[in-house]
């Protein structure tokens, strides 16, 4: 018994001693570990703690700028890929639009060079052109215009000659969402004789336009004023509006003539549809007079036949895109929510000029004879626009 005691106190001893000698050899490579690794600064020191690792897991990094726009630029076009058009006839506008844009932002000669391939007459007077859609015609200040590059034009025109007289001045504008034929004259004098003529109503000048319903009666003439009022709102803005010069019996079985507003500006459009189908038609238009935004106004608001596209004059009240029927929209194969992008169906189809008797016929853009195919209107003469 005493033996087994003995040699259990032993064996304590033993495991103590290596324990201590552990121990020992633990805290000497500790204070050689210390010795041998560099001295940092409070400072230095400060900046490792910060760029070291942290070790709650719940602790969240902070952002950075780049991740935030790289972030924001990933949602950007992810919205522009949701917002693609579906349909043909979706991407055919979108085209157009940026077709247009790239007309207003390019150089003068491109602009130049395009106007000399889309000459339709010419003589030692007159220069008549296919205006694009979406340019304008005047200086806007932003925008590449058809008048600041006709200087070029008329150099083109003339062979390119470096000494060269000849001049185009625009006689007979068209409003920038317009197509069509274009009239240009090539002196003052000529310019002068183009507006007296015009003003005489000896210049015939038919437009072509697909409206949203069917006119009623099929064919006739409005004769009603024009004036510009402010529409008042969440989006304050300036609209031309009707202004006539009858009213409504109380009785509802005549009209009264009451007194022409001041400022109402004498308007008359001669209409004539040509083919109505889907609920639009294809109609003739011929103004008889020059007020602004003349044949749009009459059609909106006197034949409740607004034009396709005409995105200003289908609301009274609101700035906001067109409202198509369903019906309309089937045939199309367009959405509501692009029916922003719908270009303005009113074409400058045809100009007759007495004196030389020229008489000019303007091809339809593509977007135009898109539209009347998918709606299946026709028109005479079509061999025209093939």
Not at 103 to 112: K, R, S, T, Y
Not at 151 to 175: A, I, T
Not at 181 to 195: D, M, N, Y
Not at 360 to 379: D, G, R
Request: glycine fraction near 6%; aromatic fraction near 4%; proline fraction near 6%.
């Amino acid at each position: 018994m005493n033996r087994w005691r003995t040699i259990l106190a032993a064996v304590n001893r033993s495991s103590g001693l290596n324990a201590h000698i552990s121990l020992v050899k633990t805290r000497t490579n500790c204070r050689r570990c210390s010795a041998a690794a560099p001295r940092l600064s409070r400072g230095q020191a400060t900046v490792a703690a910060k760029q070291a690792p942290s070790s709650d897991k719940g602790e969240k990094r902070g952002v950075r700028a780049i991740d935030l726009a790289r972030k924001l630029q990933q949602e950007k076009s992810n919205s522009q890929a949701a917002e693609a058009p579906v349909s043909g006839m979706q991407k055919k506008v979108l085209d157009l639009k940026r077709f247009s844009l790239q007309l207003q932002n390019v150089h003068p000669n491109v602009l130049a060079k395009h106007l000399s391939r889309s000459v339709l007459y010419q003589d030692k007077d007159l220069v008549l052109v296919n205006k694009p859609y979406d340019v304008p015609v005047r200086d806007s200040g932003r925008d590449t215009s058809i008048s600041s590059v006709l200087p070029v034009l008329s150099k083109m025109m003339d062979g390119m000659k470096v000494r060269s007289d000849s001049q185009l001045l625009p006689c007979l504008g068209l409003e920038k969402e317009m197509t069509g034929v274009l009239l240009l004259a090539r002196s003052e004098a000529a310019v002068q004789h183009i507006q007296e003529l015009h003003r005489n109503n000896q210049v015939q000048r038919k437009y072509w336009v697909v409206t949203v319903g069917v006119p009623v009666p099929s064919e006739g003439m409005i004769d009603i004023p024009i004036i510009e009022r402010e529409v008042t709102g969440s989006q304050p803005h300036f609209k031309m509006a009707l202004s006539p010069v009858y009213r409504m019996n109380e009785e509802g079985s005549g009209v009264t003539k009451i007194r022409a507003h001041r400022q109402a500006l004498p308007a008359v459009t001669k209409y004539r549809v040509l083919d109505s189908r889907s609920g639009c038609s294809l109609v003739e238009l011929q103004a008889l007079t020059g007020v602004k935004h003349q044949m749009r106004v009459h059609m909106a608001f006197a034949l409740a036949c607004p034009i396709l596209g005409d995105h200003k004059y289908s609301h009274w009240s609101k700035l906001a895109p067109q409202k198509l029927p369903e019906r309309v929209l089937g045939k199309l194969g367009l959405e509501q929510s692009k029916v922003r992008h719908v270009p303005l169906h009113l074409h400058a189809r045809q100009l007759t000029v007495p004196g030389p008797d020229v008489t000019v016929s303007c091809p339809l853009p593509k977007f135009f004879k898109q539209t009347l195919s998918q709606l299946n209107l026709t028109f005479p003469n079509d061999k025209d626009d093939k």
